[in-house]
């Protein structure tokens, strides 16, 4: 007969088989299993937080992860697992009371140090979050979330030279690398060569650096090639200077071009700094046919040329900083209903799209998102439009991309990289481009000197620190309906 001892660890065994496999739901079945014969066993009830975290359930996450932290003190992964956790719930104090635990009981943990540095930046205490980064960096030159994690505080501060470098420590190409067997491109000659630019990242990234063909092909490049998500596939086959368009669920070839490069790594090997930005717009256009099809579905403008805003006000639920960039509700924009002589259009597709048959009182609205088959047919509806009002989504490329007036609706915490700090313009998008940026939150701290020596004080008040997310948006969208009042006026005169 077996001991419950024995079984136990075999339920664990088979529980990191399903777990290797993906089967979440088996694995943890298993780990439970393995605790209901024994309590006490700390690696499946770390096993089990990590389960529960990814299927998000911080609560249950952070209970179990505490138990296996008290059964297992002098443990590292715990520590930098729930700190993680709770940095990802804003929990700030108590973040950084357990990440001081965790050097006390290894200081010379790169790790640690990155997740030091993680929960400064979101702080904007920069300075720090660097020093505890490049603390990490000297104990580990190889410590790559050290090294990514760096590089998004140096683009952000446009400190390209050394950004784009670090970025490079990046590994979500890894299927790029394993797929192709013509060498990387890093910075050869081109003259008469052909380069495929390979898919990273979501669909703004890609439209946003599918500029970089006209640098290619500036440099000699015979035929660029550019692997992309399906729904760009249309969009991106009038891409100035493309010469091939690939959707990454066709039969991609392994080989056949002369080299090949993950999209996001073009402006490092093109050594691009905040004054050489390229910046070609519009580099991508509206197919005539297209516009033809949309234009009879576009609100007719009324006497007095009344003008036609397309708005965007929620991104893809699966991005990490989703809750932060998207508005809570259409409802959001309610003050823009106020500005007369506005007929809106939304190009919302996916989460909130529904909101645009029950617009805010006053709003003049005309839901198309819904029938959007690809980024084709937003650029169509673009095109035919005087302005763009987007929350940090790839319509907003696009727009920027095709030379349309932009308003772009950008969150305090964790604003992208890409958006630079405190600028309320963007050298990738130069005169088409006007950023509206949150006010600094209430979680946010003055900069204190040394990293190590630094200790957070979070306000009193919920785990969820700030406002809530309809206050934080009040003020932009004030601002922004000010700022609508006036541009109409102007627009009003110069249709005269």
């Known amino acids: 007969m077996t001991q419950p001892h024995d079984d136990a660890e075999q339920l664990f065994f088979a529980g990191n088989l399903r777990l290797q496999d993906g089967d ?17 066993f700390a690696e499946a009830l770390a096993n089990l937080a990590f389960l529960r975290e990814q299927a998000g359930a911080p609560a249950e996450a952070e209970h179990y992860y505490r138990q296996t932290i008290a059964l297992l003190p002098d443990c590292l992964q715990p520590y930098l697992n729930l700190s993680s956790l709770l940095l990802d719930g804003r929990r700030f104090a108590d973040a950084e009371a357990l990440l001081r635990q965790a050097q006390a009981l290894a200081p010379t943990a790169p790790a640690v140090w990155s997740n030091l540095g993680a929960l400064h930046a979101c ?23 050290s090294r990514f994690n760096l590089s998004y505080l140096l683009l952000r501060q446009g400190r390209f030279a050394e950004g784009w470098e670090a970025f490079e420590a990046r590994d979500w190409y890894g299927v790029l690398t394993r797929h192709f067997l013509c060498p990387r491109w890093q910075g050869e000659p081109l003259q008469g060569k052909s380069i495929l630019l390979g898919i990273e990242a979501g669909h703004g990234d890609m439209i946003q650096f599918a500029r970089y063909a006209s640098l290619l092909k500036a440099a000699g490049a015979r035929h660029i090639a550019i692997v992309c998500h399906p729904a760009l596939k249309a969009l991106f086959a009038r891409l100035r200077d493309a010469d091939e368009i690939l959707a990454f669920d066709e039969d991609i070839p392994r080989d056949g071009w002369d080299y090949w490069t993950p999209a996001l790594s073009l402006p ?25 099809y949309w234009a009879p579905r576009l609100p007719v403008r009324r006497a007095g040329g009344e003008a036609l805003v397309g708005l965007v006000w929620k991104g893809s639920v699966g991005f990490e900083n989703d809750a932060e960039r998207s508005l809570p509700e259409l409802a959001t924009l309610a003050p823009l209903a106020r ?19 029950r617009p805010p009182t ?3 609205m005309t839901p198309l998102g819904e029938s959007l088959a690809d980024f084709a047919d937003t650029c169509a509806v673009i095109d035919a439009l005087d302005l763009v009002i987007a929350v940090d989504t790839a319509v907003a490329h696009l727009a920027g991309a095709m030379g349309k007036p932009c308003w772009l609706l950008l969150p305090d915490y964790r604003t992208d990289w890409r958006w630079l700090t405190e600028r309320e313009d963007s050298p990738w998008y130069p005169g088409w481009m006007r950023l509206f940026r949150q006010a600094a939150g209430r979680y946010r701290q003055a900069a204190r000197g040394p990293a190590a020596e630094a200790m957070l004080v979070a306000p009193a008040g919920a785990a969820s620190v700030g406002d809530s997310p309809a206050q934080r948006w009040a003020p932009v969208i004030e601002r922004v309906a000010d700022a609508l009042a006036e541009w109409r006026m102007n627009f009003s005169t110069a249709s005269a």
């Open 339 to 357: 500005v007369g002589g506005i007929r809106f259009v939304s190009l919302q597709k996916g989460q909130g799209e529904d909101e645009a048959h």
């Open 24 to 40: 979440a739901a088996h694995a943890e079945a298993h780990f439970r299993a393995a605790l209901a014969l024994r309590p006490d």
């Open 268 to 292: 490092y090997y093109c050594q691009t700094r905040a004054a050489t930005i390229p910046a070609p717009i519009p580099y991508l256009s509206a197919d005539p046919q297209r516009v033809a």
């Open 123 to 145: 702080l904007h205490e920069d300075a720090a979050a660097e020093a505890c980064y490049r603390a990490a960096l000297r104990l580990d030159p190889e410590h790559t979330n």
């Open 362 to 364: 006053g709003m003049d």
